[in-house]
T-cell receptor
Framework: DAGVIQSPRHEVTEMGQEVTLRCKPI?????LFWYRQTMMRGLELLIY????????DSGMPEDRFSAKMPNASFSTLKIQPSEPRDSAVYFC???????????????FGPGTRLTVL | GNSVTQMEGPVTLSEEAFLTINCTYT??????LFWYVQYPGEGLQLLLK?????DKGSNKGFEATYRKETTSFHLEKGSVQVSDSAVYFC???????????FGTGTSLTVIP
């Protein structure tokens, strides 16, 4: 299995620019999660999807952040405009189909390290 | 509300030493409990989990027992190796399966 694939692995951009992070979940998984990891706040769940539908986006920090899942094999997390405080590692994870996505094992991608100058 | 508290790091041990990383939780009902491990430069991997009281999760020599009476899920290993050096995260999923919480992580370094 290829595992969860994230791109790019590293992104450096300037404040005010749009940033798009991409994720391909493991084939057959129907839940997808976006996390942000920083030294100050640790690991935070931003949003998760079940069957391509956003279930809970209460962790999305503000309107500058948006996430989409147009099909079962692809998701994006967009930040527009980006700010230096958005610098973090962003992880995507996916899990098997069951009735309660957050009780299942989550399989994490390698992460995207974002630096906003 | 729900939350997870784990011991502050960093933890440094000599090879073959005994490891305990404490984790306590606050939750309504009986959450599912997890330990994830993050090796340098990688994403998190599930290490073990337990879904009901008194269950013991185990993997790669690591163990954790779901203790309802003490609301704890401490991670233990009898003899650590250099390859166990990583950051360990305790996590819980609430009763409804609609919320997921990670602890702040505990960094472990094992020296030869």
């Amino acid at each position: 299995d290829a595992g969860v694939i994230q791109s790019p692995r590293h992104e450096v951009t300037e404040m005010g620019q749009e940033v798009t992070l991409r994720c391909k979940p493991i084939s057959g998984h129907n839940s997808l999660f976006w996390y942000r990891q920083t030294m100050m706040r640790g690991l935070e769940l931003l949003i998760y999807f079940n069957n391509n539908v956003p279930i809970d986006d209460s962790g999305m920090p503000e309107d500058r952040f948006s996430a989409k899942m147009p099909n079962a094999s692809f998701s994006t997390l967009k930040i527009q405009p980006s700010e230096p405080r958005d610098s973090a590692v962003y992880f995507c994870a996916s899990s098997y189909p069951t009735g309660a996505p957050l009780t299942d094992t989550q399989y994490f991608g390698p992460g995207t390290r974002l630096t906003v100058l | 509300g729900n939350s997870v508290t784990q011991m502050e790091g960093p933890v440094t041990l000599s090879e073959e030493a005994f490891l305990t990383i404490n984790c306590t939780y606050t939750a309504t009902g009986y959450p599912s409990l997890f330990w994830y491990v993050q090796y340098p430069g990688e994403g998190l991997q599930l290490l073990l989990k337990a879904t009901k009281a008194d269950d013991k999760g185990s993997n790669k020599g690591f163990e954790a027992t779901y203790r309802k009476e003490t609301t704890s899920f401490h991670l233990e290993k009898g003899s650590v190796q250099v390859s166990d050096s990583a950051v360990y995260f305790c996590a819980l999923s609430d009763l409804t399966g609609n919320q997921f919480y990670f602890g702040t992580g505990t960094s472990l370094t094992v020296i030869p």
